[in-house]
């Protein structure tokens, strides 16, 4: 099956700081990436989509100027938690999705555990 | 896209089927039910997906009900390693909406040896 990375799988940082997370599609080219959080104990709540070459749409709530994406290539898309706060701490998961439209199937990564102190 | 319920947690003996449920009685037409699982701390895994027909695929079988208000995912021999959490998520697949999962709380399986 398709096989999506993420990096790091987890970081620390200071408050204030920007942490920036990859998230790369290794065997196949995807139109469409996804961005999701999810507090412990939770479920997974969608944060944007981005789609290559094109400004990312964000969820409402979800603030653009903090979380910022980039999706330059088809197989790579970056979030960059901008001055990060401790609330901040969450496992942030992208998705990518391949070009078929009638499955839109979605192949999610590891992950990548975000604490902010 | 249509909302489910499905029980908050089950629990299954290791080497039998577990069977779990899922209510999407809003569903329309040209939904699709989805499911996915996510093992702790990783990201969410794709089982099996379907329209009208039951499908099967190496990891699960999917059976809908002929008026598809609800569907059942079933795995013919669970092991320790598919506790886990399931969700069964319905979705439009196409237009603006492309790709769009709404993840719900899920049910929690917990197989036992």
């Known amino acids: 099956g398709a096989v999506v990375s993420q990096h790091p799988s987890w970081v620390i940082c200071k408050s204030g700081t920007s942490v920036k997370i990859e998230c790369r599609s290794l065997?196949?080219?995807?139109?469409?990436m996804f961005w999701y959080r999810q507090f412990p104990k939770q479920s997974l709540m969608l944060m944007a989509t981005s789609n290559e070459g094109s400004k990312a749409t964000y969820e409402q709530g979800v603030e653009k100027d903090k979380f910022l994406i980039n999706h330059a290539s088809l197989t790579l898309s970056t979030l960059t938690v901008t001055s990060a706060h401790p609330e901040d701490s969450s496992f942030y998961i992208c998705?990518?999705?391949?070009?078929?439209?009638?499955?839109?199937?979605?192949?999610f990564g590891p992950g990548t555990r975000l604490t902010v102190l | 896209d249509a909302k489910t319920t499905q029980p908050t947690s089950m629990d299954c003996a290791e080497g039998r089927a577990a069977n779990l449920p899922c209510n999407h009685s809003t569903i329309s037409g040209n939904e699709y039910v989805y499911w996915y699982r996510q093992i702790h701390s990783q990201g969410p895994q794709y089982i099996i997906h379907g329209l009208k027909n039951n499908e099967t695929n190496e990891m699960a079988s999917l059976i809908i009900t002929e008026d598809r208000k609800s569907s059942t995912l079933i795995l013919p021999h669970a092991t320790l390693r598919d506790t886990a959490v399931y969700y069964c998520i319905v979705r439009f697949a196409g237009g603006t909406s492309y790709g769009k999962l709404t993840f719900g709380q899920g049910t929690i399986l917990t197989v036992h040896p």
């Open positions: 065997d196949f080219q995807a139109t469409t």
């Open positions: 998705s990518a999705a391949l070009r078929d439209w009638v499955y839109n199937e979605q192949f």
